[in-house]
């Protein structure tokens, strides 16, 4: 790279499919407007089930691969550049599969961005282990952009909602407010909260009692960053009563992007995320993006 600044990379990874080619072209519009340099990525997974059934010498497939890849990439870099002419693209062929080349990539990255429900690679992400591999081990935010969703070409990106737990991570909700003031996008904050079944009359707590508790709680959360932001973006938060996950797709229909925390699991049996997560990802009803706790930005 010739750029000093390589954490403003937003990388991308590139399949080849029309799902990548949308998360190419939400990723480009973000890194125009951020200056930032938008990467590209495609992953020859040299190692995979393909590799097996060619009768070429490892080598030259190695050759007809990346020649294939780096055409594949500078197509795509093309199509940006007619878009966002002044826009500083660069491109990678990696030999890795997808979720090592991205995660190799998130270290020095801003954002990391992938499309959804394709055949194999990089468009497969958000049907089955590869998207949850992605979303538990990418070092700065990863964000799934689902089949189907069209980006704007001009305008504001539209309303940002996030989805806020009690304890949650200060770089998620730091994300969610700098990047509705910079897109100028509003902010909705979502918590969702269960009332407590009654046993015999004992525990039982009134639920209006419980929306002032969770609503306070939410203010709580949303304190410092709103403080620090709150001049430049149009906040609205909501402490709804139902199951999260349900709260969180009724909220994020419509909506431009999705905001949560990774809530990483490191058990033996666990695939790595949370259940909330999990169910918002099989079922992305817009682009969706994950913040690990430990991510700062600029750093």
């Known amino acids: 790279m010739n750029r000093s600044d390589q954490v403003q990379r937003i990388v991308v990874g590139i399949d080849g499919s029309a799902q990548a080619a949308r998360a190419a072209a939400w990723a480009a519009a973000l890194a125009a407007r951020r200056d930032a340099t938008l990467h590209l990525v495609h992953a020859l997974n040299l190692t995979g089930p393909p590799s097996l059934l060619t009768r070429l010498s490892f080598e030259t497939y190695r050759q007809h691969r990346v020649k294939d890849g780096e ?42 961005v992938a499309g959804t429900r394709g055949h194999d690679g990089f468009a497969g992400l958000l049907l ?71 046993y015999n009359g004992y525990y039982y707590i009134d639920p209006a009692t419980l929306q002032a508790e969770a609503q306070s709680l939410l203010g709580g959360a949303l304190k410092v960053a709103y403080e620090t932001h709150g001049a430049n973006v149009r906040l609205t938060a909501d402490a709804v009563r139902s199951a999260p ?7 994020a229909r419509g909506a431009r992007l999705l905001v949560l925390g990774a809530h990483r699991r490191r058990s033996a049996l666990s695939v790595g995320v949370g259940p909330v997560l999990h169910a918002l990802l099989s079922h992305p009803p817009c682009p969706v993006a994950v913040v690990p706790a430990t991510w700062h930005q600029g750093t």
């Open 71 to 112: 055409a594949l990439l500078d197509a795509v870099r093309a199509q940006a550049l007619v878009r966002f002419p002044r826009l500083w693209i660069t491109t990678e062929v990696a030999e890795s599969d997808p979720v090592q080349a991205l995660v190799a990539c998130s270290r020095e990255a801003r954002l990391v």
């Open 128 to 198: 089955g282990s590869v998207a949850l591999r992605l979303a538990a081990h990418s070092r700065c935010p990863a964000v799934f952009v689902p089949a189907g969703f069209e980006q704007a070409e001009t305008g504001p990106i539209g309303e940002v909602v996030v989805g806020v737990e009690w304890g949650e991570c200060a770089e998620m909700i730091d994300f969610a407010f700098d990047l509705a003031e910079e897109t100028g996008a509003s902010l909705r904050a979502v918590h969702a909260w269960e009332a407590i079944p009654a």
């Open 245 to 251: 996950a349900t709260a969180l797709l009724d909220a």
